[in-house]
């Protein structure tokens, strides 16, 4: 029975911030949906570059099936075929691919943007957990100290050092200790849940636990080196240029779309009728 219990107890799942990373980027939701729309972006830049579809008519007129004798309802018929191909002009389907391109690579830059600021609320929800964690350990800690400091005055309440008064107060304030261990159970347990949410997992809270340090380090940037970072790897300042360089391909598209594009056409007609 013992083993039977110690094989079915369920495992504790305890998750480093690469673990947690590589989880929430394989399941959430968000990114999943950013991911298929920049699959769309890149299927419509082969639409773009399409060439137009040439036009193939065929047709026959004048049947008369209720003729006299002889029967001939196709003594007048007027068989006619027709084709035609547009011509376009003025790189109209350059810029069409260039224009789903840009869109393509905002889509991406957009998605990227996406991604780090979900990131930024998951590793935000990790240090959570770590640091109640290690707001719980404190309160235990003090709340063990506290016990050995009433255990103290017990001894000299016993060998009359101080009055019953005395030790009632001091025994009284334990609960403030008490509290606050409490307060740090319910906080890491809140921090947990919001961690699970974000990592969209099914694990129960008690079974949950993450490690890592937690440890303060000074970090000391000049805002120059800062602003120069920012510039380089915040995907929305690139999503922002690369709308900018949309915008000028759409108005030569559009310029383009003013000029007048020729059509190729045939034409061919069985004329007399044929007798039949």
């Keep these: 029975m013992g083993v039977w219990s110690a094989s079915g107890a369920p495992a504790q799942k305890t998750l480093t911030w690469e673990d947690a990373k590589r989880e929430f980027e394989a399941v959430n939701p968000t990114i999943q949906a950013g991911q298929i729309g920049v699959r769309e972006a890149r299927a419509e830049e082969i639409t773009a570059f399409l060439r137009p579809n040439p036009e193939l008519t065929a047709s026959v007129d004048q049947i008369n099936p209720f003729t006299a004798n002889p029967y001939q309802p196709f003594a007048n018929t007027l068989p006619f075929v027709s084709g035609s191909y547009l011509i376009e002009r003025q790189h109209k389907r350059a810029l069409r691919r260039e224009s789903a391109r840009n869109a393509t690579a905002i889509v991406t830059s957009q998605l990227a943007d996406q991604t780090r600021n979900l990131l930024f609320d998951l590793r935000n929800a990790f240090v959570l957990v770590l640091q109640h964690k290690a707001v719980l350990a404190v309160t235990r800690e003090s709340l063990v100290y506290y016990d050995r400091v009433l255990e103290v005055s017990r001894d000299r309440?016993?060998?009359?050092?101080?009055?019953?008064?005395?030790?009632?107060?001091?025994?009284?304030?334990?609960?403030?200790?008490?509290?606050d261990v409490q307060t740090a159970l319910v906080n890491l347990r809140t921090a947990k849940i919001q961690l699970r949410a974000l990592l969209n997992d099914r694990t129960p809270v008690d079974q949950l636990d993450v490690t890592g340090p937690f440890d303060y380090?000074?970090?000391?940037?000049?805002?120059?080196?800062?602003r120069q970072m920012a510039s380089e790897n915040r995907p929305d300042l690139r999503a922002a240029l690369q709308a900018v360089d949309k915008a000028k391909t759409d108005y030569r598209l559009a310029i383009a779309n003013a000029s007048t594009d020729p059509t190729v056409g045939w034409n061919l007609a069985r004329d007399p009728p044929i007798p039949v």
């Design 157 to 179: 309440f016993r060998a009359g050092d101080i009055a019953q008064v005395d030790l009632d107060r001091l025994e009284l304030q334990r609960v403030q200790f008490e509290t």
């Design 217 to 226: 380090a000074e970090i000391l940037t000049p805002l120059e080196e800062l």
